[in-house]
């Protein structure tokens, strides 16, 4: 369970996150959406124990992610917005590099790197150095990364921009299937399509706040539409005429 409370963060004159709100529950898919500067890339790495907040609460399994931040981080597995892979490595040895820093021992992380190369379609280029990968390979292998340690909370940052219609289903059905496990998933994606196809919750932000929150059903119904882009839509007319 990943919980935020009150949370702020201001880069110079720019407040990024201005008193967001949110947990994110095991067994479900949190969406957090908004337009550009929203803010989500900012909250995702304080979560991740990247930056440190300038106040506020942000807990993984209760773990403090500025007190605890090592305890809090064995706890999640993150596929950040810029992918930061090693060019020098090929996939293979990057999902077990990152294996072993999480404290696999050798038997189950051969058998788990395998079990990722084949549910994401990663066998042909397994073995190539990551330099040079297209743009979807690269997100693959960034997602094989944050997953090889089978994490309870999970942190996905546009998890299937660049992928084509395969992979995209491949890496949907994987994370309804950590999902059904009773990982804790937490997304941010600008497609409203994944939004309505992957998440059973959706928190709404703009100006670094939370602005709607609810079920996908639950916000349609308020509105009263069956598109859930038009309450996005007026969701950020809203948040600009207050």
Aim: aromatic letters at 4%.
């Amino acid at each position: 369970m990943i919980e935020i409370a009150d949370l702020h963060k201001r880069f110079g004159a720019v407040q990024a996150v201005a008193g967001l709100s949110l947990s994110a529950v095991n067994g479900r898919v949190t969406g957090l959406i908004g337009p550009n500067g929203a803010g989500k890339t900012t909250t995702f790495r304080i979560v991740s124990g990247l930056l440190r907040p300038d106040a506020g609460h942000v807990a993984v399994d209760g773990c403090d992610v500025v007190s605890r931040r090592r305890e809090a981080q064995s706890r999640i597995g993150v596929l950040p917005d810029e992918r930061g892979l090693y060019p020098r490595l090929t996939a293979r040895e990057t999902i077990s590099y990152f294996g072993r820093l999480h404290g696999l021992d050798k038997t189950a992380l051969k058998a788990r790197t395998e079990v990722l190369i084949a549910s994401l379609g990663m066998s042909e280029f397994a073995d190539r150095r990551v330099r040079g990968f297209s743009r979807g390979q690269a997100l693959k292998v960034a997602l094989a990364r944050a997953l090889v340690h089978r994490p309870a909370n999970i942190i996905l940052d546009e998890p299937t921009n660049g992928l084509d219609v395969i992979s995209t289903r491949a890496v949907r059905r994987l994370i309804h299937d950590m999902r059904d496990e009773g990982a804790c998933i937490l997304i941010s994606s600008h497609l409203m399509a994944e939004v309505a196809n992957l998440c059973d919750d959706l928190v709404i932000i703009a100006h670094g706040r939370a602005v709607l929150r609810g079920t996908p059903e639950q916000l349609r119904a308020r509105l009263g539409t069956d598109d859930l882009e038009d309450v996005y839509v007026d969701a950020m007319a809203a948040a600009v005429a207050g």
